[in-house]
């Protein structure tokens, strides 16, 4: 998986991808998030949206299930 974070920690995008081989599902914990915010994360590819805390969000982690050569894109952004 690879991350970006703005300066501010109020966005952030995560690409997640799985080759031929890799497990079909994948806990992934982002980093760099603002303490005590709530993020609504976005699965761009599944067509997903809910609302998550920073903290539970880095201490449990998103879950994403994938098919062999496929990907996820994750965005988490503070609601203005």
């Not at 760099?32 to 609302?51: F, H, K, N, Q």
């Amino acid at each position: 998986a690879i991350q970006a974070v703005t300066p501010d920690q109020a966005r952030s995008v995560v690409m997640v991808y799985r080759a031929l081989g890799g497990p079909p599902e994948r806990v992934i914990r982002p980093r760099g998030l603002r303490p005590g915010a709530s993020y609504t994360v976005r699965y761009a590819d599944a067509g997903r949206v809910e609302v998550r805390r920073a903290e539970e969000i880095q201490d449990h982690g998103l879950t994403v299930a994938l098919a062999e050569l496929s990907s996820e894109v994750i965005e988490l952004s503070i609601p203005s």
